[in-house]
């Protein structure tokens, strides 16, 4: 790390955590008050929206919102969104987050501003959190002050204990919230043409963003060969920062991490190279292909938890001429055992309640 930036992250610590501090000797934190806070929407989603449902039908608590689309493009604006977010921490007895939130790793938190991680996405597949390599070595280290973390299923709780440095005991396998959703959902038959969903995984640095969109474009390109013409829907990152693009008439680009999870079921395909959405699918029973052509290199840089290709047991890629071929030849008639096997152990609770398993945890701290 630079001298200037070691130099900037010091200061931001220093300021951040006198600023929280100032703000919890003024009140403390208001009796019974829950944020809901997120810096990658405008508005909340996935976890924090369905468990923010069971704190409404409840009726008993002081219910705030904090949302920030962090995209890069306003130092200032992320600034003063910082700002808030540690004044809105210091006056919240309960305090919910759904993904990284760099303001909370800048202080000294009192207990009684009780921290719980809501994680995004589900399942342990790519590394992410604590686990990336070097990820410790910052001079504010990312991924602490968390008292609480829900996860889906049991068998991940080896990987977020190190993703996020917490005792596992304070890793709870609930389920998550958003997938009551998905239970009640059933894949959708549509006329006209088949459609398919494309969802590459965000990398970090402009080098990291320019590859991105390399392989974005190459897909759209190549997608002109698939017969017959088939929809395509490209789902980017949200912290993608995504240039105009001119796009055939059949080619859907956009970004919003709601709208994704709405056009599941009527996805006659997926694919993706490391995003855990390829879990969310797999409760479809649809196929799922993925296009990895940097997985030595991936791999490398961040990681797995598991053995990815087995794991998924999905066919895999590394050319969209390749990848272009086997959906026109092998997708209509593919055995789809090991989509169902996916689905299996993905979701070990499918009774619609892990919403409300969360919420009766949380409301006890009150």
């Known amino acids: 790390m630079g001298r200037l930036k070691t130099i900037k992250l010091s200061l931001l610590h220093g300021s951040f955590n006198l600023f929280y501090q100032a703000c919890y000797h003024l009140g403390g934190p208001r009796k019974r008050r829950v944020t809901f806070a997120t810096m990658r929407s405008a508005k909340l989603n996935d976890n924090l929206a369905a468990l923010r449902r069971e704190f409404v039908r409840d009726g008993t608590t002081d219910i705030r919102e904090f949302c920030y689309h962090y995209d890069r493009s306003s130092k200032l604006g992320f600034l003063w969104a910082s700002i808030k977010a540690l004044n809105a921490l210091a006056h919240s007895e309960l305090f919910i987050v759904d993904d990284y939130f760099f303001p909370l ?18 399942g342990s597949l790519k590394k992410f959190g604590l686990s990336l390599p070097h990820a410790d070595q910052s001079v504010l280290k990312p991924h602490t002050n968390y008292d609480w973390v829900f996860i ?16 596992p005991d304070h890793i709870l396998a609930t389920g998550e919230p958003m997938m009551d959703r998905l239970m009640t959902t059933q894949p959708e038959n549509h006329p006209g043409p088949k459609r398919l969903l494309y969802s590459p995984t965000y990398r970090p640095g402009a080098d990291g963003e320019a590859q991105v969109l390399n392989y974005v474009q190459d897909f759209i390109k190549a997608s002109q060969q698939l017969r017959p013409t088939w929809d ?13 693009l001119s796009l055939p008439s059949n ?21 993706t190279d490391y995003s855990s959405l390829s879990l969310n ?28 290709y087995q794991y998924l047991g999905a066919p895999h890629f590394d050319t ?13 008639t593919m055995d789809l055992d090991y989509v169902k096997a996916l689905k299996a152990k993905t979701f070990p609770h499918q ?16």
């Open 152 to 167: 889906n299923a049991e068998n991940d709780k080896p990987a977020y204990a190190d993703a996020f440095d917490i005792d």
């Open 105 to 122: 790793y800048a202080i000294n938190k009192h207990a009684d501003n009780q921290v719980v991680q809501m994680w995004h996405a589900i």
């Open 281 to 308: 699918f797999s409760y479809f029973e649809r196929p799922i292909l993925l296009f990895t052509p940097d997985y030595d290199a991936y791999m490398a840089d961040c990681g797995f938890y598991v053995d990815y």
């Open 351 to 366: 009774d619609g309640r892990n919403a409300q398993r969360v919420f009766q945890h949380l409301i006890k701290l009150l």
């Open 232 to 244: 395509i829907y490209i789902s980017l990152h949200p912290y993608l920062k995504l240039p105009s």
């Open 320 to 332: 969209v001429a390749n990848l272009v071929t086997y959906i026109n030849q092998q997708v209509p």
């Open 251 to 271: 080619v859907h680009v956009f970004q919003d991490a709601e709208r994704v999870k709405t056009i599941m079921p009527s996805m006659d395909l997926f694919i």
